[in-house]
């Protein structure tokens, strides 16, 4: 079942130097501040017992060398999170630590547990973790912290209680309002839409989705109807599948949302195969070059995301400031993410990278991930 396992020094091959200038230049310069804040988290149901108290944060602490660390996202084959674990490992070897990638092929909780159980007893120093299920993760994740292992979520958030830090993409109720006011623009504000959204437990979509229906209670949203969320699993098969059966089912459909970049390129390239390209609205959050075709034949509009590659970056440079005892996790506490520059911790230990940026045909160009 190991499907995956890079050292840093591969990996910092694998990243043009060119290519990290563009897409961090290019992001940073339209998103505004990308500093820690301490807006809304991902929701994370039940809690599970707490680890012990961290002893104090001591800011002046050096990076340990060495550090082992293992990043395991909700599933290998999707290229964002691929983008995401490829920079955090990057991050390890600018601090001389050693870092790897490894998980399951499908985005569920239960493959990931067998993962979890497998790196504590390698005694990682750190373990980073895109959450398939805020809770199912949670006794293993609890089982490494009592080694001492530092936990720290990114993408997609576990309970609270079962880690140290969770580096947010962005604030997911940013996330969630904006994706409806985008929609809302492309349609005019009206009609009926569909949510297409990865596997049914994982947090950060869930999160969001929370956000958008909140968001469409307000008063201009009110010729606005959700009527479906359907569940492509990030799977590109059953994301196209499910694209289908929505516009089926709902001939009045006037949109669709997929937060998630499996689910939106495939339903860009459903729509754009079929009749209703150019009638039915694809949008919600996708990589640069899996939209691009889709922006260029006019089936997309726009979309949102925000920098996967400072996503993993600033999740490598975490773990090794708790790992070092830079910081403990607490709020307000700050630490250094290498040429991200310095971030303060949160409410509940959430740590967010910036706001989300939107792509258009005006500037899709200007990226390459
Ligand atoms: C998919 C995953 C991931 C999410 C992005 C936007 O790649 O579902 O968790 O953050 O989309």
Do not use: H
């Not at 992001?27 to 039940?46: D, I, P, Y």
């Not at 997911?172 to 929609?183: C, K, N, P, T």
């Not at 709902?250 to 209703?276: C, E």
């Not at 949008?283 to 939209?291: D, I, R, W």
Request: aromatic share 8%; glycine share 10%; charged share 20%.
């Amino acid at each position: 079942m190991l499907i995956s396992s890079r050292r840093s020094t591969s990996a910092t091959a694998l990243i043009g130097p060119v290519l990290i200038g563009l897409v961090s230049i290019g992001l940073t310069a339209c998103g505004g501040t990308t500093k820690g804040s301490t807006a809304a988290s991902q929701s994370a149901a039940a809690p599970a017992p707490a680890a012990a108290a961290p002893a104090s944060a001591n800011p002046d602490a050096p990076i340990k060398e060495g550090i082992k660390i293992a990043f395991l996202p909700k599933q290998i084959n999707n290229p964002y999170e691929t983008i995401v674990d490829k920079a955090g490992i990057e991050a390890a070897a600018e601090y001389k630590g050693e870092a790897k990638e490894v998980g399951p092929s499908d985005a569920s909780a239960s493959s990931q547990v067998s993962y979890i159980n497998t790196l504590t007893q390698q005694r990682q120093d750190a373990i980073l973790i895109a959450a398939n299920d805020a809770n199912a993760v949670c006794g293993p994740l609890q089982q490494a912290r009592s080694k001492g292992i530092k936990v720290v979520t990114y993408d997609s958030d576990a309970s609270k209680d079962c880690r140290d830090l969770f580096i947010n993409q962005a604030s997911s109720e940013e996330v969630g309002r904006s994706q409806i006011a985008m929609l809302s623009d492309l349609i005019g504000g009206k009609g009926e839409f569909a949510i297409l959204s990865a596997t049914a437990n994982a947090t950060n979509q869930n999160t969001w989705i929370e956000f958008m229906k909140d968001e469409l209670t307000k008063p201009e949203y009110k010729d606005m109807k959700l009527v479906k969320v359907a569940y492509g699993d990030d799977d590109d098969q059953k994301s196209f599948q499910e694209t289908q059966g929505l516009l089926q089912a709902y001939p009045d459909l006037k949109g669709i949302i997929a937060p998630t970049t499996v689910g939106i390129s495939a339903a860009a390239r459903y729509v754009s195969g079929s009749k209703y390209k150019g009638k039915v609205v694809v949008t919600g959050l996708g990589t640069p070059n899996q939209m691009r075709e889709y922006v260029k034949n006019g089936t997309v509009e726009k979309f949102a995301l925000w920098n996967p590659k400072d996503l993993g970056y600033l999740a490598g440079y975490a773990a090794a400031a708790l790992v070092s005892g830079q910081i403990t996790g607490a709020e307000g506490e700050k630490f250094t993410a290498g040429r991200l520059g310095e971030y303060t911790i949160g409410k509940d230990g959430e740590v967010i990278l910036g706001p989300p940026f939107t792509f258009d045909a005006g500037n899709i160009d200007e990226f390459d991930f």
